[in-house]
């Protein structure tokens, strides 16, 4: 049953927090609208929660830690919890796509495809629950030494509003594996499939206060969960200006944290490549949720034999693009928010403003509401590699295209930004393939592909100004837990 959108007040769906297994209020009893960006409408709120909500939300998942049944289940049985909520959200994928693209305007069908690698992390982490062990390590004459991965304890989540659903599962997936609790702050934007993600955890039989969510906004309940003494470990993936302050802020208590913060990510593409294979990969890698996707592939180096050939072929794929309405599922849907659209907008006339040449737009939808936050998609061409449109994440649908000479030319313009999270090599050439894969500084590399979304077993995180940490894969599990060692002296 969907209890979190039943309780409608005045047309407008109240849905509540959950802290130790109940659905409440913020103690104020504040709230904020919650507005669908296709339309620019609210038709729901959440509560807008601040210290005392936050307080309670960590002293719920310190007990649940400390002395609930959750501290006594063994690793199977956590696993057990896990897949459990998988098949749960396999059940409720329809009304889970549903609100997910209604909260942030993505086309149905990225709803449905986050639903599904949400499913997979839930799978994934219960199936490896039992599977994460220690080593015991040879010492000296009559001892034994060995290694335990204990949790960290209370780990707080703050979540963006991108993909709300895959990036919660990623932490709550490897965090609850562990054995840790949690504290999930989602995003303002988009707070509804947290909660309803919660509420399924009970369902599926994680003891109360294990699994908690807090909803408000940054500034507060955000900045408040990071510095909380309760929290033992902090995750976060957003902006790299809200990494700094949540990493000072976790500092004065000296927790670990793991940061994703974005990237300017390029897309390198070869004269002996096959372009027409390179092409619709290249444009969904920077239109896929409107191109407010961290790994998304911002920028496309080409060798120069074959640039205006690529540029053409993008340009006429880029003015064929169509935004429009989540629901009527084209290929880009509204950007989240009239402040998101204000800084994609504003960084566009910068671009152009500082030379950079407009090859392509896309439209939007005549039928779109002209309340909707709708941004039609531009290419631009020959870039200069030190504007800000090639050095800054713009989060939108926005691609630099560049020119490069040769194979160290690709390599430099690549590594030419702070960034460093994912890159696109596409090459026949097998020994430039390995090369440049080892050359480029991101913390995943595809060779032939670029794999934007999805890909829950692979380990994801960036370098430099993009991060630092692991997640996804087995190497979240080491993020989320810390090493034991233990040494027995029988002489
Ligand atoms: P943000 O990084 O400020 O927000 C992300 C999360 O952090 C939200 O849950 C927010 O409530 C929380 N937050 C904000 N300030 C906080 C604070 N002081 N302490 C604790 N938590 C806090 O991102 P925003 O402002 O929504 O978007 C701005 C830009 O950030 C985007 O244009 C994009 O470039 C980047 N971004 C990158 C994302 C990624 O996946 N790497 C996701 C979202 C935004
Ligand atoms: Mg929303």
Same mark, same amino acid.
């Given at each position: 049953?969907?209890?979190?959108?039943?309780?409608?007040?005045?047309?407008?769906?109240?849905?509540?927090?959950?802290?130790?297994?109940?659905?409440?209020?913020?103690?104020?009893?504040?709230?904020?609208?919650?507005?669908?960006?296709?339309?620019?409408?609210?038709?729901?709120?959440?509560?807008?929660?601040?210290?005392?909500?936050?307080?309670?939300?960590?002293?719920?998942?310190?007990?649940?830690?400390? #002395?609930?049944?959750?501290?006594?289940?063994?690793?199977?049985?956590?696993?057990?919890?896990?897949?459990? $909520?998988?098949? $749960?959200?396999?059940?409720?994928?329809?009304?889970?796509?549903?609100?997910?693209?209604?909260?942030?305007?993505? @086309?149905?069908?990225?709803?449905?495809?986050?639903?599904?690698?949400?499913?997979?992390? =839930?799978?994934?982490?219960?199936?490896?629950?039992?599977?994460?062990? %220690?080593?015991?390590?040879?010492?000296?004459? %009559? =001892?034994?030494?060995?290694?335990?991965?204990?949790?960290?304890?209370?780990?707080? !989540?703050?979540? @963006?509003?991108?993909?709300?659903?895959?990036?919660?599962?990623?932490?709550?997936?490897?965090? $609850?594996?562990?054995?840790?609790?949690?504290?999930?702050?989602?995003?303002?934007?988009?707070?509804? #499939?947290?909660?309803?993600?919660?509420?399924?955890?009970?369902?599926?039989?994680?003891?109360?206060?294990?699994?908690?969510?807090?909803?408000?906004?940054?500034?507060?309940?955000?900045?408040?969960?990071?510095?909380?003494?309760?929290?033992?470990?902090?995750?976060?993936? %957003?902006?790299?200006?809200?990494?700094?302050?949540?990493?000072?802020?976790?500092?004065?208590?000296?927790?670990?944290?793991?940061?994703?913060?974005?990237?300017?990510?390029?897309?390198?593409?070869?004269?002996?490549?096959?372009?027409?294979?390179?092409? @619709?990969?290249?444009?969904?890698?920077? #239109?896929?949720?409107?191109?407010?996707?961290?790994?998304?592939?911002?920028?496309?180096?080409?060798?120069?034999?074959?640039?205006?050939?690529?540029?053409?072929?993008?340009?006429?794929?880029?003015?064929?693009?169509?935004? !429009?309405?989540?629901?009527?599922?084209?290929?880009?849907?509204?950007?989240?928010?009239?402040?998101?659209?204000?800084?994609?907008?504003?960084?566009?006339?910068?671009?152009?403003?500082?030379?950079?040449?407009?090859?392509?737009?896309?439209?939007?939808?005549?039928?779109?509401?002209?309340?909707?936050?709708?941004?039609?998609?531009?290419?631009?061409?020959?870039?200069?590699?030190?504007?800000?449109?090639? +050095?800054?994440?713009?989060?939108?649908?926005?691609?630099?295209?560049?020119?490069?000479?040769?194979?160290?030319?690709?390599?430099?313009?690549?590594?030419?930004?702070?960034?460093?999270?994912?890159?696109?090599?596409?090459?026949?050439?097998?020994?430039? +393939?390995?090369?440049?894969?080892?050359?480029?500084?991101?913390?995943?590399?595809?060779?032939?592909?670029? !794999?934007?979304?999805? %890909?829950?077993? $692979?380990?994801?995180?960036?370098?430099?100004?993009?991060?630092?940490?692991?997640?996804?894969?087995?190497?979240?599990?080491?993020?989320?837990?810390?090493?034991?060692?233990?040494?027995?002296?029988?002489?």
């Amino acid at each position: 049953m969907n209890t979190h959108l039943s309780t409608a007040e005045g047309g407008v769906a109240a849905a509540m927090q959950l802290i130790g297994g109940a659905s409440v209020e913020a103690r104020a009893g504040r709230r904020i609208e919650v507005v669908c960006p296709s339309d620019g409408l609210p038709f729901a709120s959440i509560p807008r929660s601040g210290d005392e909500d936050v307080d309670a939300a960590v002293r719920a998942a310190r007990q649940a830690f400390d #002395t609930g049944p959750w501290s006594r289940m063994t690793a199977a049985e956590r696993g057990r919890c896990l897949t459990r $909520l998988g098949l $749960l959200v396999e059940r409720h994928a329809d009304e889970l796509a549903a609100l997910e693209s209604r909260d942030t305007g993505k @086309p149905a069908r990225q709803g449905r495809a986050d639903v599904a690698a949400t499913m997979r992390y =839930y799978e994934f982490y219960g199936g490896a629950a039992d599977k994460i062990h %220690g080593d015991t390590i040879p010492f000296l004459d %009559g =001892y034994t030494a060995l290694t335990l991965r204990e949790p960290h304890g209370v780990v707080a !989540g703050i979540i @963006p509003w991108n993909y709300p659903l895959q990036i919660l599962s990623r932490v709550a997936g490897a965090a $609850l594996a562990m054995g840790n609790t949690l504290v999930v702050k989602p995003a303002e934007d988009a707070s509804l #499939t947290a909660i309803r993600i919660a509420e399924l955890a009970l369902e599926a039989g994680f003891p109360p206060g294990v699994f908690n969510v807090i909803t408000g906004y940054g500034r507060e309940a955000g900045a408040a969960l990071s510095a909380h003494p309760g929290v033992d470990y902090v995750t976060f993936t %957003g902006s790299p200006l809200t990494g700094t302050a949540i990493q000072q802020a976790a500092a004065v208590n000296n927790r670990g944290v793991t940061m994703e913060l974005g990237g300017k990510s390029p897309q390198i593409v070869f004269a002996d490549a096959d372009i027409e294979a390179a092409l @619709p990969v290249l444009v969904n890698a920077i #239109t896929q949720n409107g191109g407010q996707t961290c790994s998304a592939g911002s920028r496309v180096l080409v060798e120069r034999p074959v640039y205006e050939k690529v540029a053409a072929a993008l340009a006429a794929r880029f003015s064929k693009l169509v935004a !429009g309405p989540h629901d009527a599922d084209l290929d880009l849907g509204p950007l989240i928010s009239a402040k998101q659209k204000e800084r994609v907008a504003g960084m566009v006339a910068a671009a152009e403003e500082a030379g950079a040449a407009v090859l392509a737009r896309g439209s939007i939808h005549p039928d779109a509401p002209a309340s909707g936050y709708y941004f039609a998609p531009v290419l631009f061409g020959s870039v200069d590699p030190g504007m800000a449109v090639a +050095q800054q994440e713009v989060f939108g649908p926005v691609l630099a295209l560049f020119p490069f000479d040769d194979e160290a030319d690709a390599v430099r313009l690549a590594n030419g930004t702070e960034f460093g999270l994912v890159a696109g090599v596409w090459t026949k050439d097998g020994a430039r +393939q390995h090369r440049v894969a080892k050359k480029v500084r991101a913390g995943q590399v595809f060779v032939n592909g670029y !794999g934007a979304g999805g %890909g829950i077993e $692979l380990p994801f995180g960036g370098f430099r100004k993009s991060g630092h940490g692991r997640e996804k894969g087995f190497e979240a599990l080491y993020d989320m837990s810390a090493t034991k060692t233990v040494v027995f002296n029988h002489g």
